[in-house]
Each structure stands twice: as C-alpha cells, then as structure tokens.
C-alpha cells in the first residue's frame, strides 16, 4: 500500500499560520486526486479543501474559504495545505487523503486512502 505522510502541525497563536504537507512515498502519484480533511473527537471527519490531478479545480470547506489556500506539486509527489488566519475552532487532526479519480470531491466516502494526520492546535 502506497502511504500518505502528512507533516507541519503544530501549537499556533489564532490568527497565525501553518502549512501542512502530505507526501504520497513509495511510487509515482497513485492517486491523482487530493484532500484535505480534519477531525476532532465526537464530531464527523469534515472536508477542508480538495484538489484535482492537474491543481485546476479545488474546493474548499465553507469554514476555510478565503482563509486556506490547497496546491500540489506532481513532480514531488505533494499537497499542501497553507493555512492563514487561524482561529481556535479551526484546531483538530488534519488527513490528508488520496483518491483514484482525477476530479476532486469534498465527500469523504469517495476518498481511497488515508493517511494519519497531524495535530493542528490554535489557542485563543
């Protein structure tokens, strides 16, 4: 199975900023479709940004618009998540997550694979 490694979290003041990275390692991108997606205990794994094979077509969760900005090199096998603006409800583990299709989408069921997350904590 070809793992996904997500790296960046961290303890940031709101307001601040994190860029998280996730690499897919092992082989040639085996999902061309990308996501981000965050958790935090007792409540459902909720979308954050999507990304599509050639980076043309993102989406982006209601919570995060104007605020996190989803990217990918292809040559480096990377997504990433540059995060500004941060505000405490934005804290949880961030997944990164792949999918076999081209297209994006912000619906869970629909990724393939994941990855373990990383914490991400804003304090008020």
């Known amino acids: 199975q070809v793992p996904l490694v997500e790296s960046g979290g961290g303890l940031v003041q709101a307001g601040g900023s994190l860029r998280l990275s996730c690499v897919v390692s092992g082989r040639t991108f085996a999902f061309p479709a990308m996501g981000w997606f965050r958790q935090v205990p007792g409540k459902e794994r909720e979308f954050v940004a999507g990304?599509?094979?050639?980076?043309?077509?993102?989406y982006y969760g209601d919570s995060v618009k104007g605020r996190f900005t989803i990217s990918r090199d292809n040559a480096k096998n990377t997504v990433v998540l540059q995060m500004n603006s941060l505000k405490p409800e934005d804290t949880g583990t961030y997944h990164c997550?792949?999918?076999?299709?081209?297209?994006?989408?912000?619906?869970?069921?629909?990724?393939?694979?994941w990855g373990q997350g990383t914490q991400v904590t804003v304090s008020s």
């Open positions: 997550a792949g999918r076999r299709k081209s297209t994006a989408s912000m619906e869970k069921s629909e990724y393939d694979y």
């Open positions: 990304i599509s094979w050639s980076g043309s077509t993102t």
